[in-house]
């Protein structure tokens, strides 16, 4: 006999939820956050059932792991060098076993446990479908990344590959387009490996802030790669007035890799890696990339707006079914 | 013909979206709030189509503001003197009209110009069913309202009349149960606007700090009424270990209100009238009561854990029907 929501009723419901929180955390009309002189980053993302996950290829667990880390991956794309927590507001049928549910608040808990900050507080309401939208709350570090900081001269850089997570989500769904039996387990187990639990890279922030040539100021265009690695680039490039230039031979491609479609494809456009896409002057740039290992070069800034061309021949960046957008495919 | 959403587009919806924001505001990954030494408090509610709002009963204008009212009322429930803003996340469905996301959003605009406070930040998603889930941010003053700070001997005092909200839904719905055509219109009219148009108490909360006896420390109990009075009573008689008396004479009836039922099961059960419920020491209490017109003194904080009894005959408080539970009446 399965446990519902029906079953517990919004009371126990709640009652089970708090255990996800520090002691009292949950009893007050608002959660408060002790006086901290640093400026506060604030993001809000939501997660909808059968659009950002499902259970076809998404354990409750990891649901409730990659709703934290995209948060996250926002706030280090920001500069936040502190995690003070998040609230979580959850709609759910019903008919949601509890069990799914406890799923999701482990997977939550997990992922403040590796990044830090705690469950601060919350809603939840019955609803025709499940989600979770979820607002977390950190500090600036020294470095306020902005979307509108990148300059025209500046090096594009990424923190890591691009690409594994929309593989992983092909394996998962055992999309008939996949090449079949002839990618390495290594890279199979890799691409599965970053969908279910991607890492928020607060490390490769922190690598940034710790190299900075001294002569340089406090300025570096900045945004992560939730929407996929050419979303990311247009967002600089678009909020900085300015256009790029991509290298073909040096986007940042996953080991083992294979070539030709879909698979450039999907790196440019596979969303939902969550590195760190930057914009930076020259000698920054080549510090930050022998620093951190996994990060790669991949292209330019210019001073054409919204211009986005390939480096050897000028042709245009041109990609098919590039971008995601929920409402048209809906 | 009708502009949805699916017409719009994401790109389009967001930068529609972004005009009831500061100019900027949404173009990072984050919102920024510049340094503040006082602690900061958080809030997050998530209200549904066709439980919490609807098209029969509520203008998507109302939606708005009642969305970012309830979310407020629970930061002056704290003690919030100051409130920075909200994100907002929005699930519809993409034959949603832009009509109505539009009205929401003006709903939205028209609550924070009163109240304070800008659009912060945000996302959107499609959807099976509209809704929206907000997190509020405020600046905690003087006076930390818990709802674990009731003891036994001090004053249950509310900010207002209780019951308004409920009887303006039930005529807004046309609900049958009404005594038809003998209600004053005066009292009509003010539980439809309440119902439509509530109001964060920032005030009751200023004049509590304003009237607090020098001789007394900072210690009150408090939340709103947002559940319901009877919830609100609850709710900090099980947080503080206590228990409560409640004056049936002295119920903070609305102005002619009439006797009998379902009127004050209304009253103590109806919610959403979004009133400060305090439990303060009898000089703080008076000292409040006069300082603070339409305020009610309606019972006592006892030391019987969780006990609910009326004062005369010390018969237990039961209300058929107390409680709404969103997963049990779905």
């Not at 089970?16 to 608002?30: E, S």
């Not at 980053?41 to 950002?52: A, F, P, R, S, Y």
């Not at 991607?198 to 690598?207: G, Q, Y």
């Not at 292209?299 to 000028?314: E, K, Q, V, Y």
């Amino acid at each position: 006999m399965i446990e519902t929501l029906a079953d517990l009723g919004e009371a126990e419901l709640l009652r089970r939820l708090a255990g996800f929180a520090p002691v009292g955390q949950l009893d007050d009309d608002t959660a408060c956050l002790g006086a901290d002189p640093r400026p506060l980053l604030v993001n809000t993302d939501v997660l909808v059932d059968g659009i950002h996950f499902s259970d076809g290829t998404t354990a409750p667990m990891d649901a409730g792991w990659r709703a934290v880390a995209a948060n996250l991956s926002d706030l280090a794309a920001s500069g936040a060098d502190h995690v003070d927590g998040i609230t979580v507001a959850l709609v759910a049928p019903g008919t949601t076993p509890w069990s799914w549910v406890n799923g999701l608040y482990e997977g939550i808990a997990a992922a403040l446990e590796q990044h830090g900050g705690v469950l601060l507080g919350g809603d939840c309401s019955t609803g025709s479908q499940r989600l979770i939208s979820i607002t977390a709350l950190g500090r600036l570090g020294p470095l306020r990344l902005h979307r509108n900081a990148a300059r025209p001269g500046d090096v594009l850089v990424t923190s890591g590959p691009h690409g594994l997570s929309r593989l992983g989500l092909a394996l998962l769904q055992n999309d008939r387009h996949l090449p079949d039996g002839d990618l390495p387990e290594t890279l199979k187990a890799a691409a599965v490996a970053q969908h279910r639990r991607p890492i928020p890279r607060f490390d490769a922030l922190k690598a940034l802030v710790n190299c900075k040539p001294a002569q340089l100021p406090w300025r570096a265009g900045g945004t992560d790669s939730s929407d996929g690695l050419l979303a990311a680039v247009q967002a600089l490039c678009s909020s900085s007035g300015c256009g790029a230039e991509l290298d073909h031979a040096r986007l940042p491609r996953p080991g083992q890799w294979p070539l030709g479609e879909p698979w450039d494809r999907w790196c440019m456009t596979g969303g939902e890696d969550f590195e760190l896409v930057l914009s930076l002057p020259e000698d920054w740039a080549e510090a930050w990339l022998s620093a951190l290992p996994g990060s790669q070069r991949f292209g330019r800034i210019t001073a054409n707006p919204d211009s986005l061309i390939w480096s050897g021949d000028h042709a245009a960046v041109e990609l098919s079914g590039s971008g995601f957008d929920h409402y048209r495919s809906a």
